[in-house]
T-cell receptor
């Protein structure tokens, strides 16, 4: 089956700083890759996705590129805002197997 | 369009009781997934259902847990004879087909006294 490893949190940054949250995966085959965001007390919202190697997913200033050679899908944003504070989950898979999630990275942005 | 609706948002049960968690998928979605989130951990896949069929239950505990998605009405995750270790957030997700991204509900937070 798949497994997903993402950097441990919390990650604390100042507003307008550059963000990277690392995510690597192991899988049989080439799964789709996702980043989800969870705000306090809410469910997960799809942030972005990539379905094949070298695809770049992007949304709301966040980007991640499907890197087959390094089995990675790192999340980046050039200038974070306080409103970006949340827990971010990297996930792999989809289809009949469901999604395999990382443990989540708590991001705290200070004004 | 209404999103994935889960109820109740919070559920408190005593050890030995039954817990029933409901999930209404987004309109037009016939694929439902259940996940469990333990404190400080990511979501763990439990079961994948289509209308009236369980497609994959490889993540379901072998005992006390069951799930259904009847022809009419919401999907139900049922936990019998609950124990303290069942305390978690349970999330439901739906998609229009197995190759489309899953959309998540806000979860049911189950607390066992």
């Amino acid at each position: 089956g798949n497994s997903v490893t993402q950097m441990e949190g919390p990650v604390t940054l100042s507003e307008e700083a550059f963000l990277t949250i690392n995510c690597t995966y192991t899988a049989t085959g080439y799964p789709s890759l996702f980043w989800y965001v969870q705000y306090p007390g809410e469910g997960l919202q799809l942030l972005l996705k990539a379905t094949k190697a070298d695809d770049k997913g992007s949304n709301k200033g966040f980007e991640a590129t499907y890197r087959k050679e390094t089995t990675s899908f790192h999340l980046e944003k050039g200038s974070v805002q306080v409103s970006d504070s949340a827990v971010y989950f990297c996930a792999a898979g989809g289809g009949a197997d469901g999604l395999t999630f990382g443990k989540g990275t708590h991001l705290i942005i200070q004004p | 369009n209404a999103g994935v609706m889960q109820n109740p948002r919070h559920l408190v049960r005593r050890r030995g009781q039954e817990a029933r968690l409901r999930c209404s998928p987004m309109k037009g979605h016939s694929h439902v997934y259940w996940y469990r989130q333990l404190p400080e951990e990511g979501l763990k896949f439990m079961v994948y259902l289509q209308k009236e069929n369980i497609i994959d239950e490889s993540g379901m505990p072998k005992e006390r847990f069951s799930a259904e998605f009847p022809k009419e009405g919401p999907s139900i995750l049922r936990i019998q004879q609950v124990v303290r270790g069942d305390s978690a957030a349970y999330f439901c997700a739906s998609s229009p087909d197995r190759n489309q991204p899953q959309h998540f509900g806000d979860g049911t937070r189950l607390s066992i006294l």
